[in-house]
């Protein structure tokens, strides 16, 4: 589990330019240049969501050997309940006082007050209320573990306070070790515990363990420390601006954990395990994977803002890169589920590759449509974005309570289908506002995935052939012969554009070489 504090790279991609212009007002001693700075920040923002989140699943791998279904179930209900209730305890102003251009000391005062006090009181209600969500959810046993967590909310919003100032100053460094400990510190508790039988309390202790290593190595050598001297005047905007952030956020976690919320609900803690497990991969690989396209979007975007034209051209060939490099591999992983169940998480999750399927199988479109964010906030639209989130999130509901589900893996299915129905959607409004050409986006994008999919086929057929070799010996057999096709596919029938994806990388790599 984790704080609302991650992800780093999404919350800083949108205030990249505002840390600009305060890097600019205040240039550090030796007179380096910001391209310098912003760069070498930018790689740090990545080795952060990069390694804090393979240690994770590496953890999570490990734990889930030794936990159940139940105990997994009752960690990711605690999970839902407390990123809901630190995402409203930081309410927004860890981004209002990244963007904002001028601050002084005293302009924090309120702002820190807040977001601690409100911690407080939802870490007091949600310990007050366990029983009742324990009874809405459906989930016995429940109460307790959030009471223990709840404890651990105003110290989550502690250090979520302070990485918003460390990102103010580009110090993705700090942020990237003291992920990398808290993690690993974490993941060593956690597994310690699974491993003595502790169950759930297991993940929950790794949760705890996360928000207060990684506090303690923030306040340790904090940016900012309080003095009591508030500045009233300057809180109003922050609150005003943070109001809007929280609100979208707080959309988009409906949006995306309504699932969870209704498998908790129909099949229980159990059901929710089951989920979770399926979901993990999926969520981390796409975490990982649309991190690396929003990062080249946003290597390019600050360049060509300015032209609609140009910003045209440039969306179509990011989001052909996406769907050239990262799609297939969720498309490969759709394919390879059931195996790649077996060896990651052991035999006992088998019924979770039912869920994996689909859920890759809608992280293939996700990778390249995670894009469209970017270029409609860079186009002033962020608003579209939201509305899209809004639609989403009525159609996840009304399919779900108007289509019956008998099984977990048929909730994720319905889950997908509501999902992929905003994906016209959202590349029409990138299309309309960038003015698009749509055959040479479609040329762009449709061929890659024909070529995964023809792919995966072989691989299906390949692996009734193996079904007789031992999964260890069959997973890795599999994956080459799917490389080895889509490669080969893809140079045979798509050499121009293979050979335009890698000039892009290498100039990529060159411009910000040279940055």
């Given amino acids: 589990m984790k704080p609302s504090t991650e992800p780093a790279l999404r919350e800083f991609a949108p205030h990249a330019a505002p840390a600009h212009a305060h890097a600019q007002a205040h240039a550090s001693p030796g007179g380096e240049r910001l391209g310098a700075r912003t760069v070498r920040g930018l790689a740090w923002a990545l080795v952060q969501a990069w390694g804090g989140k393979l240690v994770t699943l590496v953890t999570y791998l490990l734990v889930a050997r030794w936990l159940g279904p139940a105990d997994v179930g009752l960690a990711a209900a605690v999970t839902l309940s407390l990123s809901l ?5 930081e309410g927004g102003l860890g981004d209002a006082v990244v963007q904002r251009a001028a601050l002084a000391d005293d302009d924090l005062e309120w702002p820190f007050a807040f977001s601690i006090g409100m911690a407080v009181v939802l870490a007091a209600v ?52 003291r992920q990398l400990v808290s993690v690993s510190v974490a993941g060593a508790v956690a597994v310690a515990l699974a491993v003595a039988g502790a169950g759930a309390w297991s993940l929950i202790a790794q949760a705890a ?13 904090p940016v900012w420390r309080p003095r009591g ?133 809608l992280g293939a479109v996700q990778t390249v449509q995670f894009v469209n964010g970017a270029f409609l906030a860079a186009r002033g639209r962020p608003h579209v974005t939201m509305w899209l989130t809004l639609v989403k999130l009525a159609l996840v509901l009304a399919t779900m309570v108007a289509v019956p589900s008998q099984r977990v893996a048929q909730l994720a299915w319905l889950y997908v289908g509501a999902v992929l129905c905003i994906t016209p959607l959202s590349f029409g409004a990138v299309v309309v506002e960038l003015a698009v050409d749509r055959t040479r986006l479609l040329g762009r994008l449709v061929p890659p995935y024909l070529i995964a999919l023809g792919c ?60």
């Avoid at 009742?132 to 009471?147: C, H, I, K, S």
């Avoid at 363990?209 to 050598?221: D, H, Y």
């Avoid at 086929?457 to 096709?485: D, E, K, M, T, W």
Wanted: with cysteine.
């Fill in 456 to 515: 995966a086929a072989i691989v299906r057929q390949a692996g009734v052939h193996f079904g007789g070799v031992p999964v260890l010996v069959r997973l890795p057999l599999l994956i080459v012969c799917f490389a080895s096709a889509y490669v080969g596919a893809t140079w045979m029938l798509r050499r121009d554009a293979a050979r335009r994806t890698v000039s892009m990388l290498i100039a990529l790599r060159a411009a910000r070489s040279a940055t």
């Fill in 209 to 221: 363990t996360f928000m207060t290593v990684s506090a303690a190595w923030l306040w340790r050598r």
């Fill in 229 to 361: 001297r508030r500045n009233v005047s300057t809180f109003a905007p922050l609150a005003r601006f943070g109001a809007h952030v929280v609100a979208a956020r707080l959309i988009d976690w409906w949006a995306t954990r309504t699932v969870d919320l209704i498998v908790v609900a129909l099949y229980g803690a159990a059901g929710l395990g089951i989920y979770a497990i399926g979901a993990r991969l999926y969520q981390t690989a796409l975490e990982l994977l649309c991190r690396a396209a929003t990062d080249v979007a946003l290597a390019v975007l600050s360049r060509v803002a300015h032209d609609a034209e140009r910003m045209a051209a440039t969306y179509v060939d990011v989001t052909g890169l996406a769907a050239m490099t990262a799609a297939p591999l969720f498309v490969l992983m759709a394919v390879l589920s059931h195996d790649i169940t077996i060896v990651l998480f052991g035999a006992r999750w088998a019924a979770s590759a039912a869920v994996m399927t689909p859920l890759m199988a």
């Fill in 126 to 177: 949600l310990f007050a209320l366990a029983a009742r969500v324990e009874a809405w959810l459906g989930v016995p046993g429940l109460a307790p573990y959030l009471r223990v967590a709840a404890a651990f909310v105003p110290i989550g919003s502690a250090g979520s306070f302070q990485e918003a100032l460390y990102k103010r100053r580009l110090d993705f460094r700090t942020l990237a070790m």
């Fill in 85 to 89: 209730v630190l995402m409203i305890a």
